[in-house]
């Protein structure tokens, strides 16, 4: 941007860097709410992996008990259900790109 010599080209100057100023702080602040967001849903995501899924998996031991077979057919259920989705979600974002 052009702007002129003298007291009315340091006052648009100073105009100008202000103004770019709260631009570049309210673009910060919404990068800092992304990234705490993406945060908080990675946490979810593992918090949903390994402690819900954990605890079904515990929950079936009274029945897979003694069998190897049913332990391997719950085991690759749970694992299709619980890590299956991420990785279709990532897939998708991978063709779609």
Same mark, same amino acid.
């Given at each position: 941007?052009?702007?002129?010599?003298?007291?009315?080209?340091?006052?648009?100057?100073?105009? &100008?860097? !202000?103004?770019?100023?709260?631009?570049?702080? #309210?673009?910060?602040?919404? @990068?800092?709410? $992304? =990234?705490?967001? /993406? &945060?908080? !849903?990675?946490?979810?995501?593992?918090?949903? #992996?390994?402690?819900?899924? @954990?605890?079904? $998996? =515990?929950?079936? /031991?009274?029945?897979?008990?003694?069998?190897?077979?049913?332990?391997?057919?719950?085991?690759?259920?749970?694992?299709?259900?619980?890590?299956?989705?991420?990785?279709?979600?990532?897939?998708?974002?991978?063709?779609?790109?």
């Amino acid at each position: 941007m052009e702007v002129g010599d003298g007291i009315s080209g340091i006052i648009v100057s100073i105009v &100008l860097w !202000i103004v770019m100023s709260i631009v570049f702080v #309210l673009l910060l602040a919404l @990068l800092e709410v $992304v =990234f705490w967001f /993406s &945060l908080l !849903i990675i946490l979810g995501m593992l918090y949903w #992996l390994f402690f819900r899924a @954990l605890k079904l $998996v =515990f929950n079936k /031991s009274n029945e897979t008990k003694g069998s190897i077979q049913r332990a391997i057919f719950y085991v690759l259920s749970y694992t299709s259900m619980y890590v299956g989705w991420l990785f279709g979600i990532v897939y998708l974002v991978q063709v779609l790109k």
